[in-house]
């Protein structure tokens, strides 16, 4: 386990708990959530005035976080349009088609540091600003950290080979792995699908929805990628049977201009 994560592929249906725990807490990404969560919190002390609207920012972001994780997931990650430029498609492909095509590879499981970070703060720093001011900003930030270093292990127990003991787990593991191998439209929620209910996105069990065949590939099908070649470019093509290969050989397609002709 001591081999960078840029060097090797860490297969969550084939680690222990243990060794999840080693890798979560040394992944550079968590180590830069906790640092910054720790200074936040520091900051919120110093810039101390008022407990009642540093308590209200921390309220207001614990439930700005799911909402904004929900809309997210389901309207730019799942959204198409990312894909449709040069310009995005390299980031869409990182941060969440390549989870969709490998949902047990650990390396993509994690949000890109450069893309999560801005994004947290960008929404949940002003919220703390207007509601406490400075410390409420800077403790608002750092419940933000909390939150997602909850959030990314949840995602990481959800797909490791383990079964968890408590109610909660079981019950978000399921709804998750439902959201990754049977229908990707419904879900969105990580351990929190309160926003799911709300807007009729939910489901509890696969027999609620029909089987998905864009389940791994988030709509970017063979006729998709003849269009908008830039992700089959960059990944050497898309899993749509749940077999990776490179999906215009599958469907017999001639390949895009500029891919690659190497059997993967």
């Known amino acids: ?3 960078s994560f840029l060097n090797r592929k ?3 249906d084939r680690m222990s708990l243990r060794d999840l725990v080693y890798s979560f807490f040394t992944y550079y990404a968590v180590v830069a959530y906790i640092l ?6 520091v900051l919120s002390v110093k810039w101390f005035e008022n407990p009642v609207r540093m308590a209200a920012a921390v309220v207001v972001a ?3 976080y799911p909402f904004g994780w929900y809309l997210i997931h389901r309207y730019i990650l799942h959204g198409r349009f990312l894909y449709k430029s040069a ?3 390299v980031t869409w492909k990182r941060i969440h088609f390549d989870h969709h095509q490998d949902p047990h590879d650990l390396r993509v499981l994690f949000g890109a540091l450069h893309t999560t970070l801005p994004t947290i703060a960008l929404v949940l720093t002003p919220i703390g600003y207007l509601i406490g001011g400075r410390s409420g900003a800077a403790a608002a930030l750092g419940w933000g950290m909390v939150t997602t270093c909850f959030y990314e292990f949840c995602h990481c127990i959800q797909h490791l080979n383990y079964a968890p003991q408590f ?7 399921r709804l998750h792995m439902s959201h ?3 229908n990707e439209t419904g879900n969105f929620g990580i351990t929190n699908y309160f926003w799911d209910r709300v807007f009729g996105t939910l489901y509890e069990k696969a027999a609620d929805k029909p089987k998905s065949p864009t389940v791994f590939n988030l709509g970017y099908t063979a006729e998709e990628a ?3 070649p830039w992700v089959d470019k960059l990944s050497g093509g898309t899993r749509g049977d749940g077999h990776p290969r490179r999906f215009w050989q599958a469907e017999g397609l001639s390949a895009p201009e500029g891919a690659s002709t190497e059997q993967t």
Request: hydrophobic share 50%.
């Open 1 to 3: 386990m001591a081999v």
């Open 226 to 228: 003849q269009k908008y």
């Open 10 to 12: 860490h297969n969550l």
């Open 62 to 64: 614990t439930v700005a």
């Open 180 to 182: 990754h191998f049977h």
């Open 87 to 89: 310009a995005t498609a």
């Open 167 to 173: 109610k909660f787990l079981k019950d978000i593991k």
């Open 36 to 41: 910054i969560g720790i200074t936040c919190i």
